[in-house]
């Protein structure tokens, strides 16, 4: 449980970060808040050769608001954006997500664009990001570019992310989201997710999220549903998820909690 | 752009307790192992090594953190609290301490070091806690002796007497 040799590197400017990871690609590993990052090195999960701190970076630590969306920088802690006053009015999903991130012990070091990098198929804040159709902002030595949620995510804790590029911030959509609602299941409040899941109106009807269950979050855009019409498509999703047996939790068990925990968040953000 | 090579030890200068303590540490030595055996403060448990069991908490810069997920190059020159710092005298207890040991919030005592510096950090934000409140914060902790309700009746208590202590200081002044 002790991590394998790694150069480390405290980087002081955005270049100096890019730089390394340009020059060493994918032996190079950015640590933010490293909550996530830190358990994968103690296990050997993560092996990288130089690890890039970021955290002294003054320009990731920021939240920018427009009408349209909330930006969030690489260095902005969970517990910074969870104490943001607009947070629940304008990002009410996140505002009610967010507290199931890890514990108060972690989410004091731990950020928001780290969780989504880290892409853990159970984690809230990439489950957030995929349900209200947001963005991730990289960037490399070469190129910016943004890329929706639903392209970023590609499996279990893997991304679209190049070698040579970091996240420099997510941004999560405001404009459009009348109602959401969120609701989890796991073993003590703050363990990883048996089940979780968020439901946001959208344009069409309703939009439903869930984590925990499959390789990656999945989501299903619906118009407005109810009575059978409901349970017909809560049911059909369950099973399309591929829930598998682990030592938490049943397939069967997985699938009863999306249809049972659907239902209630569907109808309420459908109200 | 500072780069500490894997196979050299680096010079660590940081603030323990009020105090201004120096070691030597490789860039992979977790801060758990360079406050113990650098440092010599065993206070600081090392359980599960993964951030869930808690018992390494500690406060860096005056977060809340988890020395297990910290890097000791990371706290170059930051100021750490841990276990050590809470008692106000070698032969006194805090008033959180001197709680747990009236309402038995602890047996074996594994896990107590981090729960008093979650709960002493915890205290000085949210003075009057609610118990759901308490309950929650302690999700971020396991002990497998207390059962929790021991350790909940204590930081009540705690929270109550350092409310009226706090008071009874401004008046003095």
Redesign the interface.
Not at chain 2, 68 to 71: A, K, M, R
């Given at each position: 449980?002790?991590?394998?040799?790694?150069?480390?590197?405290?980087?002081?400017?955005l270049e100096?970060a890019l730089a390394?990871l340009a020059s060493e690609g994918s032996d190079a590993q950015i640590m933010a808040g490293?909550?996530s990052l830190?358990?994968m090195?103690?296990?050997r999960l993560a092996k990288p050769?130089v690890?890039v701190?970021i955290?002294r970076l003054k320009e990731l630590d920021r939240i920018d608001a427009t009408s349209a969306a909330v930006t969030v920088g690489a260095g902005v802690r969970q517990?910074s954006l969870l104490g943001w006053p607009p947070l629940a009015e304008k990002l009410n999903l996140v505002a009610l997500a967010l507290?199931w991130t890890?514990?108060?012990?972690?989410r004091?070091?731990g950020t928001i664009c780290g969780s989504i990098a880290h892409a853990d198929p159970s984690a809230e804040m990439p489950l957030a990001l995929l349900a209200l159709g947001g963005e991730v902002h990289l960037r490399s030595g070469r190129q910016r570019r943004k890329l929706a949620a639903e392209k970023f995510f590609t499996g279990m804790m893997s991304t679209a992310r190049a070698a040579d590029e970091m996240i420099e911030a997510v941004s999560f959509p405001t404009a459009g989201v009348a109602r959401c609602a969120f609701r989890e299941v796991a073993r003590?409040?703050?363990d990883f997710a048996i089940v979780a899941c968020a439901a946001v109106t959208s344009r069409q009807g309703v939009r439903f999220a869930v984590g925990g269950v499959a390789d990656m979050a999945a989501v299903r855009d619906w118009p407005r549903l109810d009575g059978s019409a409901l349970d017909d498509a809560l049911n059909a999703f369950a099973h399309e998820l591929d829930a598998r047996d682990d030592v938490h939790a049943t397939a069967r068990y997985r699938r009863d909690l999306v249809r049972l925990i659907g239902r209630d968040l569907v109808r309420e953000v459908l109200r | 752009?500072?780069?500490?090579?894997?196979?050299r030890r680096h010079r660590i200068r940081f603030t323990l307790n009020g105090a201004a303590a120096h070691g030597e540490a490789?860039?992979?030595m977790?801060l758990t192992?360079f406050l113990r055996h650098q440092i010599g403060a065993t206070g600081t448990h090392v359980g599960c090594?993964?951030?869930v069991c808690?018992a390494c908490?500690v406060t860096?810069d005056g977060?809340?953190?988890?020395a297990?997920?910290?890097?000791a190059?990371?706290v170059d020159g930051s100021d750490i609290r841990t276990v050590e710092g809470l008692a106000p005298a070698p032969d006194r207890l805090g008033i959180l301490q001197d709680a747990f040991k009236r309402h038995h919030a602890l047996q074996c005592g594994f896990c107590t070091a981090g729960i008093l510096m979650?709960l002493d950090h915890?205290l000085r934000e949210r003075p009057r806690p609610t118990e759901d409140e308490l309950r929650?914060?302690l999700?971020?902790?396991l002990c497998r002796c207390t059962g929790y309700t021991p350790i909940i009746r204590a930081a009540l208590d705690a929270a109550n007497l350092l409310a009226t202590h706090h008071s009874a200081e401004k008046t003095d002044a």
């Open positions: 449980m002790k991590p394998a040799p790694f150069d480390y590197v405290r980087a002081e400017t100096e390394v490293g909550q830190m358990a090195l103690n296990t050769k690890l701190d955290m517990r507290p890890g514990h108060a012990q972690t004091s070091r003590r409040h703050g | 752009m500072t780069r500490l090579e894997s196979d490789e860039p992979r977790l192992d090594e993964h951030g808690g908490t860096v977060m809340i953190a988890r297990c997920l910290t890097l190059v990371q979650s915890y929650d914060m999700s971020g902790h």
